[in-house]
């Protein structure tokens, strides 16, 4: 009995991970679509960096709101119909007469992705039993991995060999396959319709408090998350200066970053296929401590890089051990925060992050047009492994051990993993 219900549920694990694979891939796809659109139509350089801060942008102005929409509703069918959504705006793409009306498009897509996100972090938690979400996470570490090296390789292909218009059409083809896959998932909450509250400004305001009560009432889980975030600021912001870092100060050509793009999203997939073989080998406490301290090494490598060999290393680091931070962290935050309020939670929490990311980035553009670029990718290294020891010290606290089961006796997995 328990083998069947094991498979019963690994059976919707699968489906669930396909439809995330689905939607990766569909992204980058549509990623690489667009930034060849608007440079085929503005030739404007700006203009495609324009569609990099979107996505943060956007979340600022829809997170105060979206975690108090998502909580109250189905995850499975929001998640459904963000896919649809996404679907048809895309096919709207090739139609926009101007770059405003794509821009516009584009901030749609956002919206969906911001309603998306947290829908999927909720759903996942509420599907996946506690014992079985290290696991669940590592494989999905290795579908988004995946993805990265896959979806530009499809986008690629389908532009050579059609064209833009058709490979976004074809994109919108497979967020709809998507959404019909969640079909074939259960769903797992009892929604009554009539006590869905209203959307205004006194629910969101209530709902704040909410959240900020849980932060005042469970201060080591919001240090951990928020500490994370932080930390990958610095990572994000090595990421923005990542072309313009090889090539101009490294002297790398255009073939050799594509190159290194490719060799970094290998040792991704490694990285992520080593985890979802021998995760439960992998204590939680140590996929996150290892995962951040030799993450930031790679970073590290990185900047101080005279060569392409030395930077692939470092890449290569880098990618291999971000799957084991991203697996533990995952694992951490869904075992830690409640699932009746998880939305709203995490919605804040990605609004502080893209709020921050906006703030970090435009001044760390400033400062390397001050000083020098080296020196400035090289503070930001050197301050995430400052950070990084901080952190891992409070995560390895034996005082705070509990905050890292992996199994769980809660009442709600166990109804879970009844059904």
């Known amino acids: 009995m328990c083998t069947i219900k094991s498979?019963?549920?690994?059976?919707?694990s699968a489906i669930l991970l396909t439809t995330i694979g689905?939607?990766?891939?569909?992204?980058?796809?549509?990623?690489?679509?667009?930034?060849?659109?608007?440079?085929?139509?503005?030739?404007?350089?700006?203009a495609v960096a324009g569609l990099w801060i979107i996505g943060p942008l956007t979340n600022i102005f829809t997170k105060f709101w979206t975690g108090s929409f998502i909580d109250y509703r189905s995850k499975r069918k929001m998640m459904a119909v963000t896919f649809i959504l996404r679907a048809l705006f895309i096919c709207f793409i090739p139609f926009a007469p101007n770059m405003l009306m794509i821009y516009g498009i584009l901030v749609i897509l956002s919206v969906g992705k911001a309603f998306y996100n947290p829908a999927s972090m909720t759903y996942v938690t509420i599907l996946v039993p506690a014992v079985s979400r290290k696991r669940f996470n590592s494989i999905r570490s290795l579908v988004d991995s995946g993805a990265f090296i896959i979806?530009?390789?499809?986008?690629?292909?389908?532009?050579?060999?059609?064209?833009?218009?058709?490979?976004?059409?074809?994109?919108?083809?497979?967020?709809?396959?998507?959404?019909?896959?969640?079909?074939?998932?259960?769903?797992?909450?009892?929604?009554?319709?009539?006590?869905?509250?209203?959307?205004?400004?006194?629910?969101?305001?209530?709902d704040f408090t909410v959240v900020q009560k849980f932060m005042r009432e469970n201060k080591y889980v919001t240090f951990i998350y928020l500490g994370f975030i932080m930390i990958m600021i610095f990572s994000f912001a090595m990421d923005a200066q990542e072309v313009v870092f090889t090539q101009r100060v490294i002297g790398l050509s255009e073939f050799d970053y594509s190159l290194l793009i490719s060799i970094t999203g290998i040792g991704s997939i490694l990285g992520a296929f080593l985890l979802s073989v021998f995760s439960n080998r992998f204590p939680l406490r140590y996929m996150i401590t290892a995962g951040l301290i030799v993450m930031t090494i790679g970073y590290i490598i990185y900047a101080?890089?005279?060569?392409?060999?030395?930077?692939?290393?470092?890449?290569?680091?880098l990618g291999f051990f971000n799957v084991f931070l991203n697996a533990g962290i995952m694992t951490f935050y869904q075992n830690s925060?409640?699932?009746?309020?998880?939305?709203?939670?995490?919605?804040?929490?990605?609004?502080?992050?893209?709020?921050?990311?906006?703030?970090?980035?435009?001044?760390?553009?400033?400062?390397?047009?001050?000083?020098?670029?080296?020196?400035?990718?090289v503070?930001?290294?050197?301050?995430?492994?400052?950070?990084?020891?901080?952190?891992?010290?409070?995560?390895?606290?034996?005082?705070?051990?509990?905050?890292?089961?992996?199994?769980?006796?809660?009442?709600?997995?166990?109804?879970?993993?009844?059904?």
């Open 22 to 46: 689905i939607s990766n891939i569909g992204d980058f796809i549509h990623l690489v679509a667009i930034n060849i659109m608007v440079y085929q139509l503005t030739g404007s350089a700006a």
């Open 304 to 317: 101080f890089s005279w060569s392409f060999t030395s930077i692939v290393v470092g890449f290569i680091i």
């Open 151 to 206: 979806g530009p390789a499809i986008g690629g292909a389908l532009i050579l060999s059609t064209s833009v218009e058709a490979t976004l059409w074809i994109n919108a083809i497979s967020f709809v396959s998507a959404a019909i896959l969640l079909l074939f998932l259960p769903e797992k909450e009892a929604i009554d319709k009539e006590t869905i509250p209203t959307l205004n400004v006194s629910q969101v305001i209530g």
């Open 379 to 419: 503070t930001l290294a050197m301050v995430m492994l400052l950070s990084s020891v901080i952190f891992s010290i409070n995560v390895l606290n034996p005082n705070k051990k509990s905050f890292y089961r992996e199994e769980s006796n809660d009442k709600r997995d166990a109804d879970l993993e009844a059904k």
């Open 7 to 12: 498979l019963k549920s690994w059976k919707h």
């Open 337 to 377: 925060i409640p699932v009746d309020i998880m939305g709203r939670v995490t919605s804040i929490y990605q609004l502080i992050q893209s709020a921050i990311q906006v703030v970090f980035i435009l001044i760390i553009g400033v400062v390397a047009d001050i000083v020098s670029l080296r020196i400035t990718i």
